[in-house]
């Protein structure tokens, strides 16, 4: 093997700016996505460990600058980030959960935007990621996150249930329960984020030096 098949081309001053800067980006928008973690939002048909938050707002925002990679990192970084500074009361199931849902909201809408980088696809891209969400969310819930969470705390599938029952009657067992309170939260959820994002995406994305939609 030669000298000139083993030299490797140095990384130049733009490259690594380039990088170092990316990963500014992605911490200085997990951060921000911590502290909106600490307003959450009860609704009135979810019990109350059911809480809306516009953390993945930021996620969001950085996935369509720089792609869904990148939001993928944001949202392991926030949920880690919140997990080092609050701590956890929920056995790390939430945390779990935060990041898996997060996840079905961020990468299917920064897959579609970066095929074509519109308003429409972007729109698009929210709208299929909403969906997608509502739906893993659901199915999540009831077979992982809603199980593990009663075994965690040793409480009966049942209290959990009757945790929804009381705020809302037609919550009967586990599969009304994500239908008519996991389903219901993550498709607000999207839409409230997706809304707000469309809205300020623009003006934001300048300031990451990303593509502004269009």
Same mark, same amino acid.
């Given at each position: 093997?030669?000298?000139?098949?083993?030299?490797?081309?140095?990384?130049?001053? #733009?490259?690594?700016?380039?990088?170092?800067?990316?990963?500014?980006?992605?911490?200085?928008?997990?951060?921000?996505?911590?502290?909106?973690?600490?307003?959450?939002?009860? /609704?009135?048909?979810?019990?109350?460990?059911?809480?809306?938050?516009?953390?993945? $707002?930021?996620?969001?925002?950085?996935?369509?600058?720089?792609?869904?990679?990148?939001?993928?990192?944001?949202?392991?970084?926030?949920?880690?980030l919140n997990l080092v500074i609050?701590? &956890? #009361?929920?056995?790390?199931?939430?945390?779990?959960?935060?990041?898996?849902?997060?996840?079905?909201?961020?990468?299917?809408?920064?897959?579609?935007?970066?095929?074509?980088?519109?308003?429409? #696809?972007?729109?698009?891209?929210?709208?299929?990621?909403?969906?997608?969400?509502?739906?893993?969310?659901? /199915?999540?819930?009831?077979?992982? /996150? /809603?199980?593990?969470?009663?075994?965690?705390?040793?409480?009966?599938?049942?209290?959990?249930?009757?945790?929804?029952?009381?705020?809302?009657?037609?919550? &009967?067992?586990?599969?009304?329960?994500?239908?008519?309170?996991?389903?219901?939260?993550?498709?607000?959820?999207?839409?409230?984020? #997706?809304?707000?994002? $469309?809205? $300020?995406?623009?003006?934001?994305?300048?300031?990451?030096?990303?593509?502004?939609?269009?």
């Open positions: 093997m030669n000298a000139e098949t083993t030299t490797q081309k140095p990384v130049t001053r #733009s490259q690594s700016i380039g990088k170092t800067r990316y990963m500014v980006q992605v911490g200085m928008l997990a951060a921000i996505a911590v502290v909106l973690m600490l307003f959450d939002i009860p /609704l009135p048909f979810a019990p109350s460990f059911y809480q809306i938050d516009l953390s993945e $707002l930021p996620v969001l925002v950085g996935a369509f600058a720089m792609g869904p990679l990148a939001g993928v990192l944001i949202e392991l970084v926030k949920v880690l609050n701590g &956890t #009361s929920t056995a790390f199931v939430g945390e779990f959960a935060n990041f898996i849902i997060g996840c079905a909201l961020i990468v299917p809408a920064a897959l579609v935007y970066q095929r074509k980088k519109t308003r429409k #696809s972007a729109i698009i891209g929210m709208v299929l990621g909403t969906v997608i969400m509502a739906g893993v969310g659901g /199915l999540i819930n009831a077979f992982v /996150l /809603l199980p593990a969470y009663a075994a965690a705390f040793g409480m009966p599938i049942d209290a959990l249930v009757g945790m929804g029952t009381a705020v809302n009657a037609a919550i &009967t067992n586990l599969p009304t329960f994500c239908l008519f309170a996991v389903v219901p939260f993550n498709l607000l959820k999207g839409v409230v984020v #997706s809304v707000i994002t $469309l809205l $300020l995406y623009k003006h934001i994305s300048r300031i990451l030096k990303g593509e502004a939609m269009g």
